[in-house]
């Protein structure tokens, strides 16, 4: 009933919304509100009574969080938004590494010019999209196997 009533532009709450998947999406937005420095030296735990427990690698950590608790609770909030927790605690332990960005999609550029002698055998070939084709290729192939004699 509360989906259908926030789908019909009724006021639900996130927090009614989302319910027990609120932890996963803190843990998702605690990099964006923190920044990546941060969000690798501090690990999303729990959230329990109102408070989001973020544990950090020890004692140095914890003390300067404490103190910036207030500057984090306002930037999770300014991502999270009603998701944010009333507060944020901190305690010490090991901090499980983030899992690394995906490398994004390897676009290659157009292919150099192949050298004098291809082209001059590409005369050869009568049909302007077969040569075409020989030519990428060719080029291709010799960037990717340089040779010292060419």
Known sequence: MGF????SGGRTSPRRLFGRHALVLLRA?????????????????ALEHGALW???PDAGWRRVLHRMRRTLHGRLRAVAGDLAPARIAFLEGPVTAPSPEP????????????PEAV????RAIADPELRRAFLEASARY????PSEDR
């Open 4 to 7: 259908q009533r926030a789908l």
């Open 29 to 45: 937005a605690w990099p964006h509100a923190v920044g990546p420095g941060l969000a690798r030296r501090s690990e999303v735990v």
């Open 54 to 56: 973020v544990r950090v």
């Open 103 to 114: 490398e994004p999609p390897h676009v290659p550029g157009p292919p150099p010019a192949p």
């Open 119 to 122: 082209v001059a055998s590409a």
């Open 142 to 145: 010799l960037q990717r196997f």
